[in-house]
């Protein structure tokens, strides 16, 4: 699957496959409904070969679609940070992907919140871009 421009400030072309250097985002979010706690995990492999990982703990979430769209925020920061001016997102929460790129969070305030920061930091980049990535079971039957 391609990754669909979303925002940034260099609008062509809306779909790539990966043709230049790109740093690529990986991102995850964990939930544990007993504590009302989770984790956010993303990592951003830099078109100059490194990789760096990021794991930040949130209190108080409430479901772990919430912990998917604070990932894929942090995972975007994590990029700013690192000074990459084309980034390309992958999440496997595709209702999450759909509701960025038509800018429609719905309902709920903390997706209305994610949006609005995503898109935010999105606009400071040259361009960025997101795709679906279908979650990976190992053959134990865990998630990889």
């Known amino acids: 699957m391609p990754l669909r421009y979303f925002a940034g400030f260099r609008r062509t072309p809306h779909e790539w496959s990966i ?6 985002v990986q991102t995850n979010g964990a939930f ?11 990592i951003v492999d830099i078109p100059s070969g490194s ?15 919430e912990a998917e769209w604070a990932a894929v925020y942090y995972g975007l920061c994590m990029a700013q940070q690192l000074e990459q ?5 992958e999440t496997n929460g595709l209702g999450i992907i759909r509701s960025i790129l038509f800018d429609s969070p719905g309902k709920h305030d903390y997706a209305k919140y994610y949006n609005y920061k995503i898109h935010r930091v999105g606009r400071e980049l040259e361009w960025c871009g997101i795709r679906w990535i279908p979650r990976i079971e190992n053959k134990a039957g865990q998630i990889a």
Do not use: N
Request: proline share 11%; charged share 10%.
């Open 85 to 89: 001016p084309v980034v390309g997102l």
């Open 32 to 42: 544990i409904s007993k504590s009302r706690s989770g984790a956010v995990a993303a």
């Open 19 to 24: 043709p230049m250097p790109i740093a690529m």
């Open 51 to 65: 990789t760096h990982p990021y794991v930040q703990r949130l209190d108080l979430l409430g479901s772990s679609t």
